[in-house]
């Protein structure tokens, strides 16, 4: 085989950081914000965020080039129309800040080469920390948690209120829910029905400010706990909804396990999310972040089937899906 070095440029630009870690600096100092006040060169702006004027400037030349800003013929700097998106004024600056959570999260990727060889999170490696203890150590990333999720639910949500019966239901807990996004959308549909969010302690916090936001919170409370050590008991449905995509097989057979200890003879409604239609070709590169981030990865119904049968459940019904999301029932199989 004879390479075609002709398509050397193409592959050096696929392979190439400068770009996606330029942008990712300008996020992290604010430069998008500075320009926008009026700061409006390379000396300038240094000045302005206490940093070294020549690797700056060579930052701020290939901003240019990318169309983040536009430059005069006199080195004024103005903002454009991609530039604004790194502004305070939306959540993307945050997002892509080196410096903040969401940063650690995607900087795991650089160290994907450990995940290859060893089958385990970069992320673990990286901070000496797991994610998920990151996040239950630090209420910060809790919050800066809380700031991204939408208070309302995405990704075909709607399904869970018309797929699933809850008439017969009057007490549910959304283990792993997060902000109570779900939950509430489940509570003002279903005004009969109260509830509780149940999640890592800090995270539970954010799911009170959405219930109360709401006016939801005489109908429903958050919980904090794990659910690798145990679920409360007591409800009449437990639902899951996008938790077992971040965990591998047997962590997620663990907390399927621990939920049917809790729920008894109760319903388990399991809905999981992927980002592709699912019958299109699974995304590797969603599965890449996962795996360098909490092994989880994305699964089809009959695999999260599979894994509900290994934790002593049973299949009712018949599995629902729209979109980017599927619904499944289960019972205990005892």
Do not use: C
């Not at 398509?7 to 100092?29: D, F, H």
């Not at 901070?127 to 990151?134: F, K, Q, R, T, V």
């Not at 029905?193 to 800090?202: I, K, Q």
């Not at 539970?204 to 904090?224: F, K, M, Q």
Request: aromatic share 6%; hydrophobic share 45%; charged share 20%.
């Amino acid at each position: 085989m004879t390479a075609n070095f002709a398509r050397l440029p193409e592959l050096m630009k696929l392979a190439n950081l400068t770009t996606p870690m330029s942008i990712r600096v300008a996020a992290s100092l604010g430069l998008a914000d500075h320009v926008a006040a009026g700061v409006d060169s390379a000396e300038l702006l240094a000045e302005t965020t206490a940093t070294s004027v020549e690797p700056l400037g060579a930052v701020i030349a290939h901003l240019v080039e990318l169309g983040i800003f536009s430059q005069d013929e006199g080195g004024h700097l103005e903002l454009t129309e991609l530039g604004e998106l790194l502004t305070d004024q939306t959540p993307v600056r945050a997002m892509l800040d080196l410096e903040g959570f969401a940063g650690k999260f995607d900087l795991a990727m650089t160290n994907l080469l450990f995940t290859v060889r060893t089958g385990r999170p970069a992320y673990e490696e990286q901070y000496g920390i797991s994610y998920w203890d990151d996040v239950a150590r630090d209420p910060e990333i809790a919050k800066t948690i809380g700031r991204f999720q939408p208070r309302e639910p995405l990704f075909d949500a709607d399904l869970l209120t018309e797929a699933v019966d809850w008439s017969s239901t009057t007490k549910f807990l959304d283990v792993g829910g997060a902000n109570g996004a779900i939950a509430a959308l489940i509570l003002r549909t279903f005004p009969h029905l109260t509830g509780a969010v149940f999640d890592l302690p800090a995270l539970a916090e954010n799911a009170v400010d959405v219930l109360v936001t709401t006016g939801l919170d005489e109908r429903a409370t958050a919980v904090g706990g794990s659910f690798f050590d145990s679920v409360p008991s007591g409800y009449d449905t437990y639902l899951l909804s996008a938790i077992i995509y971040d965990w591998d097989d047997e962590r997620a057979i663990q907390i399927l396990s621990n939920v049917a200890a809790a729920a008894g003879g109760a319903r388990i409604v399991v809905s999981e999310v992927t980002m592709r239609e699912l019958t299109a070709p699974r995304d590797p590169s969603l599965d890449l972040q996962m795996l360098t981030t909490v092994s989880g990865h994305e699964r089809s119904e009959g695999e999260i089937i599979d894994l509900a049968v290994a934790a002593g459940l049973r299949l009712i019904g018949t599995p629902h899906r729209r979109g980017q999301r599927f619904v499944l029932e289960f019972v205990s199989a005892g």
